[in-house]
Nanobody, 127 residues
Framework: QVQLAESGGGSVQAGASLRLACSVT????????MAWFRRPPGKEREFVAGLDKNGGDIYYHDSVRGRFIVSRDNAKNTLSLQMDNLKPEDTAVYYCAASTLGRVIFTTTPGASFDFWGQGVQVAVSS
């Protein structure tokens, strides 16, 4: 059974940094496309960043490009998200997700192509 577990969330002030990690167990991590999504308060889930199984194709939401860096360590079965210069609008529950397709597929409903999800971790950014 594939399980994803996020860590690293917290409450910070604008301009600060946080690093999220997602540990994956029970599956073949290096065959999964991986991504981070978030759900801001009162809003729908949205894509944040993702990369294919080899880490060669990397994608970012426009709102985080240049501030966030997504990476993966296939030897440690871990996905990471380095978040710098955080803004209040980054406040959300962040989820990691795995796709057995091995790559990031964008769908009308964000995340519909992803098969496994973590429980989420809260990130709160105050101004």
């Amino acid at each position: 059974q594939v399980q994803l577990a996020e860590s690293g969330g917290g409450s910070v002030q604008a301009g600060a940094s946080l690093r999220l990690a997602c540990s994956v167990t029970g599956g073949t991590f290096d065959s999964f496309g991986m991504a981070w999504f978030r759900r801001p308060p009162g809003k729908e889930r949205e894509f944040v960043a993702g990369l294919d199984k080899n880490g060669g194709d990397i994608y970012y939401h426009d709102s985080v490009r240049g501030r966030f860096i997504v990476s993966r360590d296939n030897a440690k079965n871990t996905l990471s998200l380095q978040m710098d210069n955080l803004k209040p609008e980054d406040t959300a529950v962040y989820y990691c997700a795995a796709s057995t397709l091995g790559r990031v597929i964008f769908t009308t409903t964000p995340g519909a192509s992803f098969d496994f999800w973590g429980q989420g971790v809260q990130v709160a950014v105050s101004s």
